[in-house]
Every structure is written in structure tokens, then in C-alpha cells.
């Protein structure tokens, strides 16, 4: 009877042990749209190439009505890095964005063999310590509004010009390319800073995040300063070694491309966490002209190849960042060969398809073009069988040339949908080889782009998309695009219903859905006409996109539908740029 005890002692104990060893720790608000995370005591490793490839870490979650999600996850050191800057531990970490209240289960799978992190097959390896781990989480509704992306939810492609948040709402975009280096910042562990972002510090709020004894805050007064401007997005570089920047990278130096550096990282999540709360989307732009075959060359393979350094790359990103509201742009001037650096458009779906299996959500994934008159690689594209995976373009154009921001978006937008596919298209860089000018660029870029289609714009400042560390330069350009998102959103106008349809006025530019509204564009003022389709009567109202504020009575107050409907003059400066909205009453 005692060995019979004693072995049944033992079997508890080390059954307790083990359930110890591996046990699991929920975190979060744990409400819908909300992040939540799992984190689980597994192998105790360090920072090195064999702890990122020869282990695997992924939790399939299952929502209330029974959808699965497979979500990557990633080692996290001693789970607290942000602020210990520890390089080894035994925390292993799942960051979840669930879209339902309920409960949700999930399974994990936990499995280690050579280069088992690049893999997709989910019976590659073998299981290990944590694997098999399950349990459930429940969920409750979302308590929070306004931009909040944790009142909205993920931002997902839904076929269509426009990206679409969990809740219904669409996301029209308004936001900032410069500084493309927003990572080089002084207060990010293993960084050569460029940035100390001291002019907008003054926006951190108590109570927001910091790390490290204060580390972190004019950043993160950055963050707030583009919020309190209307932004909703940021364009920067997660790696750009040989770049024009050259200090932005996941890794701890610029030798260990295979090692990730887990406190910069995590320090990097704060930041990120704080945009989803504040409403602005990260554009992680994962690699630029000059360093397109980065990877492949520091793997000595050829440069047309796909290498595990890069897979490994997506991989970490989608996992340490993919419950984020993200735009994955695959490159920046993706086509443009530098130095013998240069994504082919096969290369580009290759890496889309990649992403795309890794992420359980539907992501954007984007490409950049380059230079600014190159638009080939987008035919290019679209003459690839299964471009699916790719939903979004980051266009590069002159900002000085209207038709850059017309006429090439239209073209663009045009390509996709011959190949039955809906491509969401942003003017990301109107680019400039001088500081724009403020007139030109709100009528070359801004609204040139939004009448043709477009589902937004960033502003671009020639050099400062580098070193400026003052956003408020920019404030006067951050005004005219929330003038113009204002229009939309305040007069509630069905933006993602709206299509360019310049055939059917006879000076300037028009958006509509060809039955209840028409938005003309008259970058040069005066008047204009319009065919107006279907039978009816239509109010007209002005706006002006230099100073925005409400909606304007011009010199004829209403119309009715027909061919060639004069619409009348603008209440005043009649010479200057107006916006003129027809709806239907």
C-alpha cells in the first residue's frame, strides 16, 4: 500500500510540476476588439538564430460561432522585456484580437525541428513541451467609441475600394509618410537614434504608456499630436539597413539577421498599442529599394529566391504585430533597382501569399512603386495568375503633376479590376523633390486622389520624410486632409459607395455613385456642368477645401437630374479651388 502511495505522490507532483512548468496566463481587457494575450511558460532560451527557427509557437483560437483562427506567436524572453531589457527567459507569448463576445477556445501548438518556424505545415517537427495546451477565455462587448480601433476592430480587405473595420464602418485615410524613420528613436533599446521627437513631447498625456523610468514619452506625444490632428495613419520602416535611414531594424545589431531583439520589440508594441488606442494604423513597411534582396544576400542565395531569414522576418512581425490594425507593405519603391536590388512582381506575390497564410485575419497587404514615373510594376502584377493575396497599393507619384495623382490612380484602379480583383488604392507619397506647396499639393495630390477614387492619402516631406522630428511642420497639410475627411464623414456621404466618373462633367473632376450623389472637384474654381442621372431633385451645396468648416450656399440652391446641369458659382473667391456636392433630396 505505501509504493502504492508513494508512486501516486509522485505521479501528482509531477503532473503539478509539469502544470508549473507550462502553465499558461491570460492578460487583457479580454472585451471584443480588444488585445488579448496569451503567455505560456515553455523552454527557457535565449536571443539566437536556433530560439527563433527550430521552434514554432501557434494558437489555434475558436470563436463562439465556431470560426478558427490560427495565430503565430513568438518567444518573449522573460516577459517583461520592454522594461528589464532581459535577452533570455521562458515566456512565450500570443497577442489575439477577437472580433465576437462569447467564449472562445483555443488549442496550442507548439512544435521544434530545423527551420520549423518558416514552415507552413502544421505537422512538420515534432510536439514539445507546451504543445496541446487548451482552454477558454470569455469574451464581453466592446465599451469604447469614437476612433478607438478598440470600438471598430480589426481593419480588414472586404474585396472593395475602401478597408472595412469588424464593426461595419469604413476607414477612410488621412496621415503621415514622414519621417519614414519613426523607429530611429533615441529611446528604443539597441537603436542609433535620429529621433527624440522633443517638439511634440508636450502631447503625452498622464496616464499614457512609457517604459523604463520615463523612456518613451515624446514619442508617444507624437502618436497623440497626429491624433489630435485627424490622422489615421503612419508610413514607416520596420527595416531599412542599407537604406536611406539605415538604423531602423528588428534585430540587436545589423549582423544577426536571424536573432530578434525582444525588448526593442516589445518597446515597439507599446508605441503600436498606443496608435490602435488613439486610431491610427501602423504602415509597416518591411523593406525599401535598396535593400529589396537584403535577406537573400546575407544567406548568399540568389536574389530571385524567397530565403528563411525573410520568412522568418514576416513571420515575426505578423506575430509580435498582427492583432494590430496593419498594412503590411511589402516594399518601399519595390521596383526600382538600386544597386541590383529589386522585388519582381513574382516576388511580390510570393511574399503576399506568404503573409497572407500567416495572418488569421484579412489583412491589407501592400506594395510601394518606384520611382515616381514608374507605375510597370502594377500591370506587371495583375498579369500574374492569383495576385488575391495582394489588396493594396501604396502609390508612389509627382505631386506637382496633377495627373499623377488623377489619372495614374484611376489606371491603377482600372488594372485590378480587369483582373477581377478590387484593389484599395492610397496615394502614399506624393512625392516631391522640394517642400511642396500647400495650394498645389491640396490640389494635385489631395483632392486629384480623392476623386479619382482613392481611399486616402499621406502627406510627404522631401527630406523630412528622414530627419524632421517636428510633425507640427506639417500641421498645416495635416488640416486640408482632415477638411477633407471632415467632408465625408460629417455630412455623412457614403464615401465607399463612390466612384470617378469624369466622362460625365465638363470641367474639373467628379466622384459619385451616379444616383444620389455627385461631388465635383474645381481645382481652378469656376463653374462647371454635370449630366446627373435617373430623374429627381438634387440640393447643391459648396465647400471649401482650403479652410473646410460646414457646407456653403452657392448662386443656385437646387437643381433637377438631367444632361449638362449647370450648377451655378461658388459663394465667394471664385477663382480658387472648390469642392461642390449634389444630393439627392
Known sequence: MKIIYLKSLLWILATCMHYSMYSQKVTGELKQYHKTTLTFNGPKLSEAPKTYLKYRLNVTFTSPDNQDYIVPGYFAADGNAAETSATYGNKWRVHFTPNQAGKWTYKVSFRKGKNIAVSTNPNQGRATSIDGSSGTIMITKTDKTGNDFRAKGKLQYANKDFAQFDNGSYYFEVGADSPETFLEYEDFDATNARHDYLE????????????????????IGAVNYLANQGMNVHYFLTMNITGDGKNAYPFPNKVDYTTYDVSKLDQWQIVFDHMYKKGIVAELVLSETENSNWFEDQEQVSRTSFSNSRKLYYREMVARFGYLNIIYNIGEEANWNSGGDQFTASQVQEAAKYIDILSPYNDLISIHNGPSKDFTLYPALTAIPETSALTTISLQANYQTFSHGHDEIKTVKNLATTNKKEWIVRYSE???????????????????????????????????????????????????????????????????????????????????????????????????????????????????????????NGSISKISAGKKIAIGNAPNTANSSWVVLLQKQ
Open 200 to 219: 511634440v513631447a508636450a502631447n503625452y498625456l498622464n496616464g499614457d504608456p512609457s517604459w523604463q523610468n520615463n523612456k518613451g514619452k515624446a514619442i
Open 430 to 552: 506624393p512625392y516631391s523633390n522640394k517642400l511642396p506647396d500647400l495650394e498645389t499639393w491640396t490640389n494635385n495630390s489631395l483632392w486629384a486622389c480623392i476623386t479619382a477614387g482613392a481611399a486616402g492619402i499621406h502627406y510627404y516631406s522631401h527630406n523630412g520624410d528622414i530627419t524632421v522630428d517636428n510633425y507640427t511642420l506639417h500641421t498645416a497639410f495635416y488640416q486640408r486632409m482632415k477638411y477633407a475627411k471632415d467632408f465625408f464623414e460629417n455630412n455623412n456621404i457614403p464615401f465607399w459607395n463612390l466612384t470617378n466618373n469624369d466622362s460625365n462633367i465638363s470641367n474639373g473632376y467628379l466622384l459619385t455613385d451616379n444616383k444620389d450623389y455627385y461631388i465635383a472637384f474645381l481645382p481652378n474654381g469656376g463653374t462647371t456642368n454635370i449630366d446627373v442621372s435617373g430623374t429627381g431633385t438634387y440640393q447643391i451645396k459648396w465647400f471649401n477645401p482650403r479652410s473646410g468648416g460646414k457646407l456653403q
